[in-house]
């Protein structure tokens, strides 16, 4: 086999290694190309030829002692202006020598980055940086520019840390499309969390992976992974770090179509839930411990909506009890379309939710749950967590199932019942009206929402 011929499952690849001296020009370590041909004779033809116009570009390179300016070597030029140009090329191919020849140019047209015959050089890229620079260079600037939330921001730099882990901190221009598709072969190999664990805390990557962990990342997960190390490249090639992304349309097929990625809770389980003593004897550390999972049932809100509400947001509106969900002040909602009025379950009212209200506002507290604090992902982090320990602790450990399950719970029942797609739309804040009916149409509100969110109905002891 040529030594410029290699063999992995996608085909076959010249590859060639650049001299240190003249890496400056080439600005990459290494230069590897996917060739057009299954058949290996053809493939390693191609091989040698490329190889024989490299070593000439290698060769005029440090003849020269030039980085730009005009060198000819037998078909290519390299022009001042930092781009490469070549004119008709021949190869004794056999066969179909016309395709072969069409063949040949589109693979050098590849392997000087460019799809004309008038192509960007490699030279005209920045000097090459390695992972851990660049993950550093783009980091720094989305959280400067703000464009990057706190959480982001920390989910965004763990997702990196953990591509570091498994493809090392290389030159960038060296990371190629098969060590992406590793890296998405290794994630799905990778439990979830995993510097968070004692177990695989401080563990490599192999090691993890030796375990064999019962528990690996999800479908969405691994996605998410591989969309962050694209938009890094994105980037990247943005800035002349690197001249394409190997991650580009890297990504698993969903296994389930979106509204069976979460389930939601059945009869049973809601019994177990609802039956325990937090809401038979309103026994509960906390007021949200009891309040909070009832308004997801009965309401179908988000945890954070539910959380950060002000006491102000529960009021009469045409004769209507009312939860307006807003963006006011330090409040913050998934979408634009998430602003609506939710009427209030009249299970809720006879549960006492709205005394429990005016007892706050009597107490003068702005929050209903002022025992909440912010933090980083808003008032609703302990609530999250509790509510997972809780639903743990009453034997519903499926996954899939969390507090976001009373939402899919509640448009579930919400279609059994018969109500129309976009009044449950409407209800769940989703984007089918916008907010054309969630806060002005207080009419329809009226006549339509409070029948429609009435026809919830659950056989739960409280």
């Not at 590849?110 to 620079?133: D, F, H």
């Not at 990778?190 to 401080?202: C, E, S």
């Not at 375990?211 to 996605?223: D, F, G, I, Y």
């Not at 990247?236 to 001249?243: D, G, L, T, W």
Request: proline share 3%.
């Amino acid at each position: 086999m040529s030594a410029y011929l290699l063999q992995r499952p996608s085909g076959w690849y010249f590859r060639i290694t650049i001299p240190k001296d003249v890496r400056d020009y080439f600005m990459r370590r290494e230069l590897k190309l996917l060739l057009p041909f299954a058949d290996k004779k053809r493939a390693q033809m191609l091989a040698s030829y490329c190889a024989m116009k490299v070593t000439s570009v290698i060769i005029s390179c440090r003849e020269k002692n030039m980085k730009f300016g005009k060198v000819v070597i037998s078909n290519f030029e390299s022009k001042t202006d930092g781009t490469v140009k070549f004119d008709e090329l021949s190869v004794d191919a056999g066969g179909d020598a016309e395709k072969e020849i069409t063949l040949l140019k589109a693979a050098l047209h590849s392997m000087l980055n460019g799809s004309s015959q008038e192509t960007p050089s490699l030279g005209t890229l920045q000097k090459s940086m390695r992972l851990s620079e660049i993950v550093k260079k783009y980091c720094d600037e989305k959280t400067s520019t703000k464009a990057w939330s706190e959480k982001t921001s920390q989910e965004f730099i763990a997702s990196y840390a953990l591509l570091q882990m498994v493809l090392g901190d290389e030159e960038v221009r060296n990371i190629s499309r098969e060590n992406a598709l590793n890296y998405l072969k290794v994630l799905q190999k990778l439990p979830p969390n995993i510097n968070k664990k004692p177990l695989y805390r401080d563990k490599s990557i192999d090691t993890i992976i030796d375990m064999k962990p019962k528990t690996v990342l999800s479908t969405q997960s691994v996605n998410k992974h591989m969309a962050r190390a694209s938009s890094l490249w994105i980037w990247a090639r943005a800035q002349k770090y690197v001249s394409d992304n190997p991650f580009e349309c890297l990504s698993l097929k969903k296994d389930k179509r979106p509204h069976e990625q979460r389930s939601a809770y059945n009869d049973d389980q809601l019994g177990v839930i609802f039956g325990h003593e937090i809401f038979s004897m309103q026994k509960s550390r906390h007021p949200y411990m009891y309040w909070v999972p009832l308004l997801g049932l009965f309401t179908g809100m988000r945890l954070e909506e539910i959380c950060q509400l002000h006491v102000d947001d529960i009021r009469m509106e045409d004769e209507i009890w009312v939860i307006d969900v807003n963006n006011k002040e330090e409040k913050k909602l998934k979408t634009e379309t998430s602003q609506r009025l939710v009427p209030i379950h009249s299970e809720l009212i006879r549960l006492k939710f709205i005394d429990y209200c005016d007892s706050k506002r009597k107490d003068s507290q702005k929050l209903i749950f002022s025992e909440l604090k912010r933090e980083r992902d808003g008032y609703s982090q302990a609530v999250s967590k509790w509510f997972g320990r809780f639903r743990k602790s009453c034997g519903i450990d499926e996954r899939g199932l969390d507090f976001h399950s009373f939402r899919h719970t509640v448009a579930d029942r919400l279609k059994k019942a018969g109500v129309e797609e976009k009044l449950a739309a409407t209800i769940l804040g989703h984007s089918a009206h916008g907010i054309t009916y969630g806060r002005y149409a207080k009419g329809y509100l009226k006549e339509t929402l409070r029948s429609a969110i009435e026809k919830l109905s659950y056989n739960i002891p409280v």
